[in-house]
């Protein structure tokens, strides 16, 4: 039977706390709340400084992006167990904080709504249970961190420990609090607190008088309550501080394409690319502050797993540490001091740090913002890569050594010159072929690609010698002004012949045409080829004839492009497309779709002597190989470029193609090769 009417259910807000100790604890959090503040004051002041950018709104999809990856910690379960125990441990500190906001309203705005089935299923049952997932969690956190857990993970930290004992504490503290009060008063509703209640039966069953039960409860409540204040005071001053800036992170994220880097004036007298901390802009600053220490940017990084000198974490953590220590405005720069000058080239951007981290940092774009200033401000950049530039500006394409012109590779192909044809609405596609036609072995990539399209009975039409680099490379080896000018010349080309939509096969071109390109007025649609076969197959423009019977099935592994999978989200259409070529069997890698591993060529990487304990392009390769598919599929010329020399090596004997989708679906076709012509060196 129950004691009373249930309506009647509620407890003593203070029980055991004389009224002069209610006073102090009030004082007390005070203070606290004055430590917190200052903190939080403190962090604010550094950035304010960072430069100004726009990203308050739209309000409805960054909260929904806050839903996804905060309340429902999206990001965090990819990587299971710790996004489980990160989940319950999250949970359970929200319904406690909900319980105090509870207490408050009943007892200091004396608003009675701690009564009644509301205190006994909220704040007695729920509290109680979600107290004890929070423990548990925090117990899993303490076990997976150090004793086992993923290699990630920093150990020998005094600090992490500290937080996971403080918040531990904090939770049996507080059963142990609630338990002696229920034993104590023999609290008729003490049953709706589970956990509370059967620590309570230990106390009774140990004598302990109710005399004692009082004295130890008030021990025990100020210990709660010390540890609990001290904890909030210290948020702003350690990794806690993610508890805050992660959800605030998680909304100011980009929503559009995330991993290029941010407009720049160049403007004269204006430091060009970052300097110092304060040519940051705010939300850069904001970003080191909500690292949570993860290392789960590191984990996935290609440059840190071959042994070169780069961690997207201690990146990140450096640069805090310069602005916590007041020399973010020092006059002495970046790159160079606080980060060295090999850790910064040995990013590939292929941004696979910013997909994996869960409060949203963005790596990429501030090591491109100090590359920008080492290239523009200092003149310095690796060899290759200043080869690359030069052979940019003098011959508008980065390959120096190239014997040929943009034209050689469709001489004997069915294209139309745009300087014939006059104007786009001419021909049903514009091919962007990019400067990776200069190199003879995508010349076969790019006729291929024709052949499919002349067969679909599609008229295309070429920029040839009009066509210019896109500026992709010289923009991610730091130099903005090649790429401005390369860039406001391709635009002036589209717009004398019309030209609004392009299909290309490099998915660098496809991504600075189709977001980056923006930023100089460019209103240009761009469709990455196996999006554009894709949608002929759905059409039915493509109804290839099955091989005759008894064709051998081939094996294929397809590996996704950075540029294409993270950066736009491109990975549905070249597996439809490979999935519709007739005897193709498709065998994924580990490591795929927009968790792809990079080839080792991005971010001017491609023109740069590779150094460390192993070239990026061998270990996919060799996760490529373990498939034991016979064909690596591709569909970007970088990576067929690296994996094509990387399988030869990894394979072992073994026969393994490495074939662009264009190349399979055209062998499908069975629709004849053309050889170039000579070479006529540009």
């Not at 974490?313 to 602005?323: F, G, S």
């Not at 080309?493 to 600075?512: D, E, I, Q």
Request: aromatic content about 10%; charged content about 20%.
């Amino acid at each position: 039977m129950w004691p009373g009417t249930v309506g009647e259910a509620t407890r003593e807000v203070f029980w055991n706390i004389p009224a002069a100790g209610v006073v102090v604890m009030y004082l007390l959090t005070v203070v606290a709340a004055g430590v917190f503040g200052y903190g939080v004051y403190r962090e604010y002041r550094w950035w304010r400084r960072g430069k100004s950018l726009s990203r308050l709104h739209p309000v409805r999809p960054r909260l929904k992006l806050v839903l996804t990856h905060v309340i429902g910690h999206a990001r965090l379960f990819a990587d299971r167990l710790p996004g489980l125990y990160h989940f319950a441990f999250f949970w359970g500190f929200l319904v406690l904080f909900l319980g105090t906001v509870v207490v408050f309203v009943h007892h200091d705005l004396r608003i009675r709504i701690m009564r009644g089935l509301f205190y006994l299923y909220f704040q007695s049952a729920t509290l109680d249970l979600m107290g004890l997932v929070a423990a548990l969690g925090v117990g899993a956190a303490l076990l997976s961190r150090y004793i086992g857990g993923p290699p990630r993970l920093r150990r020998g930290v005094w600090s992490d420990i500290a937080i996971l004992l403080l918040f531990e504490a904090i939770l049996l503290t507080g059963f142990v609090v609630e338990a002696l009060r229920i034993a104590a008063t023999e609290d008729p509703w003490g049953r709706w607190s589970p956990v509370g209640f059967v620590i309570a039966q230990a106390f009774r069953g140990a004598g302990m008088t109710p005399g004692d039960m009082r004295w130890l409860h008030a021990v025990l409540w100020w210990v709660h309550f010390v540890l609990a204040t001290a904890f909030v005071a210290y948020i702003p001053y350690s990794k806690l501080f993610h508890l805050l800036l992660a959800p605030l992170n998680v909304y100011l994220q980009p929503l559009e394409q995330g991993g290029s880097p941010r407009p720049l004036p160049l403007e004269e007298g204006a430091v060009l690319g970052v300097r110092s901390l304060v040519d940051f802009t705010w939300k850069d600053l904001l970003d080191l502050d909500a690292c949570t220490e993860c290392g789960r940017c590191t984990a996935v990084c290609p440059a840190s797993a071959t042994g070169k000198p780069l961690s997207p974490m201690h990146l990140i953590l450096d640069l805090r540490k310069t602005m916590r220590s007041g020399q973010g405005n020092s006059p002495v720069p970046i790159a160079g001091n606080v980060i060295r000058e090999e850790t910064l080239w040995a990013c590939t951007t292929c941004m696979a740090c910013m997909e994996a981290c869960p409060v949203f940092i963005e790596h990429v774009p501030k090591i491109l913002d100090l590359r920008r200033y080492l290239v523009m401000e200092e003149a310095r950049l690796p060899g290759g890569m200043r080869e690359a530039l030069r052979s940019l500006e003098a011959r508008e394409h980065p390959w120096a050594g190239t014997r040929w012109s943009r034209r050689d590779w469709y001489r004997a192909l069915p294209v139309l010159e745009m300087k014939e044809v006059g104007r786009a609405e001419r021909v049903d596609v514009v091919y962007w072929a990019g400067c990776a036609v200069l190199d003879e072995r995508y010349q076969r990539v790019a006729r291929a690609l024709v052949r499919i399209l002349h067969q679909a009975g599609l008229r295309v039409g070429v920029l040839g010698p009009e066509e210019r680099c896109t500026g992709d490379p010289a923009r991610r080896m730091g130099d903005e002004f090649v790429f401005r000018t390369l860039a406001t010349a391709n635009l002036d080309t589209f717009a004398r012949y019309g030209v609004r939509r392009v299909v290309t096969s490099c998915p660098h071109c496809y991504n600075v045409l189709k977001n980056e390109y923006r930023e100089l007025g460019g209103d240009l649609e761009a469709q990455h080829h196996t999006e554009f076969l894709s949608s002929l197959l759905r059409r039915g423009s493509l109804r290839p004839a099955l091989r005759e019977a008894g064709g051998a099935e081939v094996s294929v592994t397809y590996h996704d492009p950075c540029y294409l999978a993270r950066y736009n989200g491109v990975v549905d259409p070249p597996r439809e497309v490979l999935k519709e070529r007739g005897g193709c069997k498709l065998v994924e890698m580990p490591r795929r779709a927009r968790n792809t591993f990079c080839c080792g060529a991005g971010g001017g990487r491609a023109w740069v002597e590779e150094r460390g304990e192993e070239r990026v392009a061998i270990q996919r390769a060799r996760e490529a190989i373990q498939t034991g598919a016979d064909t690596v599929a591709v569909s970007c010329p970088f990576c067929l470029q690296m994996l094509e020399d990387a399988v030869k090596s990894a394979a072992e004997g073994r026969a393994v193609r490495v074939l662009d989708v264009a190349e399979l679906v055209a062998d499908f076709l069975q629709v004849p090769e053309q050889a170039a012509s000579e070479p006529k060196t540009q």
